[in-house]
């Protein structure tokens, strides 16, 4: 089992150096919140009417796949969302409302995931492994921060979002009827944050602020130390870097993680000195001159769940014990993406792993509380800017 120990010496400083410095603009699966104006009237009044209107649910745990309820889970996915509505309740709402994090989009572009399901044993021949099919698919790349200007050189999480349309039959969320289903990756194997008590005290942090999230850094070494991990990785390019769903999903009677990794070796050089918007500049080369190429895999817990845990979403699961085995190939054709009406459609597009076949549900307490919390983003940001969320079925939009 890979164990993260507590940073000791010169990497001490280096994490809080940086955890102080990002922490404040960051805050993964909640909204950062630096007051800067009182709400109006009727902005106070527009919140709380959604946050009365507000109903999360609770998904049951799947106790054949590892998952264990964490101790008082229900109430601290309660505190974790009313931090995030305190969070945005005392930001500054003055113009359009953007994600929570994963802000900054590097454009949303049309591919084909073509499956290939020929290395699934059997019974993993379902959902959308079921059969050999291709599936018109968007794809967002994105920088975590909860800031779109904040500039690409800028350590960060990176994120690519899939979202597969003509997926046929009924979604393990009830509102989500439309024909499409949803992947979300991150560019590490690992998630960042161990437990639920983590968490809530992550988005109590995140709703007072900078200071909140100074003084968090410095009380969680091991959280911090994961982050600046993951901030001090490099990425050239998109399309030619490696992606994880880090969180565990079904795949029919087993438990699985995905990978995207590029088909061929990355060709586009780290920029010596990268400017704020170099990775959508990279990915807008790369498909003006030809196709991308990636390939999606996912990787099958064999019942291992000590040493390949599902609700520990920290521990890599070792690839000597269950290697990724490859299901689908992603074709990137030659294309623009970088029209207003493109990059409008990309920001409004919402992403949720519980907008999926049910073969597909996802696993462990991190994406328990994404459940609710990634819900109670999308519709507080979709009401507040006035626009209707709406599923794509097709190219056709552009």
Not at 21 to 47: D, I
Request: hydrophobic share 35%; with cysteine.
């Amino acid at each position: 089992m890979k164990s993260i120990k507590a940073p000791t010496g010169q990497k001490i400083m280096n994490t809080l150096k940086l955890s102080l410095l990002s922490l404040s603009t960051f805050g993964l699966l909640a909204c950062q919140s630096t007051p800067q104006a009182p709400l109006s009237a009727e902005m106070a009044q527009r919140f709380n009417q959604f946050s009365n209107a507000f109903q999360p649910s609770a998904p049951a745990l799947d106790s054949r796949l590892g998952e264990v309820a964490a101790p008082n889970e229900s109430r601290s996915t309660r505190e974790i969302e009313q931090s995030i509505l305190t969070a945005l309740k005392n930001d500054h709402l003055a113009g359009p409302m953007t994600r929570d994090v994963h802000a900054k989009h590097h454009g949303c572009v049309k591919a084909q995931v073509k499956v290939n399901n020929q290395n699934l044993a059997p019974e993993l021949r379902v959902g959308i492994f079921a059969q050999n099919q291709s599936f018109p698919s968007w794809i967002r790349f994105s920088n975590g921060a909860s800031h779109a200007a904040q500039s690409d050189a800028k350590g960060d999480i990176r994120g690519m979002a899939i979202k597969l349309m003509g997926v046929q039959g009924p979604k393990l969320m009830q509102d989500h009827t439309a024909p499409t289903q949803d992947l979300v990756m991150m560019n590490n194997r690992e998630f960042f944050i161990e437990n639920i008590n983590d968490y809530v005290q992550f988005s109590e942090a995140i709703a007072h602020g900078k200071w909140g999230l100074a003084k968090f850094a410095v009380t969680h070494p091991r959280v911090s130390y994961r982050l600046y991990q993951i901030f001090a990785q490099k990425m050239a390019n998109p399309i030619e870097s490696q992606f994880f769903s880090a969180t565990a999903y079904r795949l029919g009677p087993k438990a699985i993680k995905f990978k995207v990794q590029p088909c061929q070796t990355p060709r586009t050089p780290m920029p010596t000195n990268p400017g704020p918007n170099y990775l959508r500049e990279a990915l807008s080369t790369s498909l003006s001159q030809g196709n991308g190429c990636m390939d999606l895999m996912v990787q099958v817990n064999p019942g291992n769940f000590s040493q390949m845990p599902i609700e520990n979403a920290t521990v890599e699961w070792p690839e000597s014990l269950a290697p990724y085995l490859p299901v689908a190939r992603i074709e990137i054709p030659q294309q623009s993406f970088e029209s207003e009406a493109q990059m409008n459609f990309c920001e409004n597009l919402s992403f949720t792993p519980w907008h999926a076949l049910p073969e597909h549900r996802p696993l462990g307490v991190t994406n328990r509380v994404r459940r609710s919390v990634y819900e109670l983003i999308s519709s507080f940001r979709h009401d507040f800017n006035g626009v209707q969320r709406r599923e794509p079925t097709d190219f056709k939009i552009f």
